[in-house]
Nanobody, 125 residues
Framework: VQLQAFGGGLVDPGGSLRLSCATSGGASSSYTMAWFRQAPGKDRDFVAAIFRSAGTTKYADSVKGRFTISRDRAKNTLYLQMNNLKPEDAAVYYC???????????????????WGQGTLVTVSS
């Protein structure tokens, strides 16, 4: 499965952005998808995941209540709606996916086989 993330940009603190991740190559109903982010000089951190076709979601504590992950299977697209953005949310955001993720491991980058190229989010006034 190929993934392509887009939608990043420059936004003021308190603003909103919606990231998208287009999939191609036939993601099955067992395909779990997630967003990770990496700020300069830091590790790649988990942001949010949506588990298989059941749609169970999980969020990092730092984004709960502000970010929403969703997927549109008809459009083969994963989304991340980001509201009330903070300067510490600035990073390159990556989408990831895998058919072999178990629920207890959705927050681990090593669980994902497929990765998009990343899209830059800058939060600054």
């Amino acid at each position: 499965v190929q993934l392509q993330a887009f939608g990043g940009g420059l936004v003021d603190p308190g603003g909103s952005l919606r990231l998208s991740c287009a999939t191609s190559g036939g993601a099955s109903s067992s395909y779990t998808m997630a967003w990770f982010r990496q700020a300069p000089g830091k590790d790649r951190d988990f942001v949010a995941a949506i588990f298989r076709s059941a749609g169970t979601t999980k969020y990092a504590d730092s984004v709960k209540g502000r970010f929403t992950i969703s997927r549109d299977r008809a459009k083969n697209t994963l989304y991340l709606q980001m509201n009330n953005l903070k300067p510490e949310d600035a990073a390159v955001y990556y989408c990831a996916g895998s058919n072999r993720v178990i629920l207890s491991s959705v927050a681990y980058s090593s669980a994902y086989a497929d990765w998009g190229q990343g899209t830059l989010v800058t939060v600054s006034s």
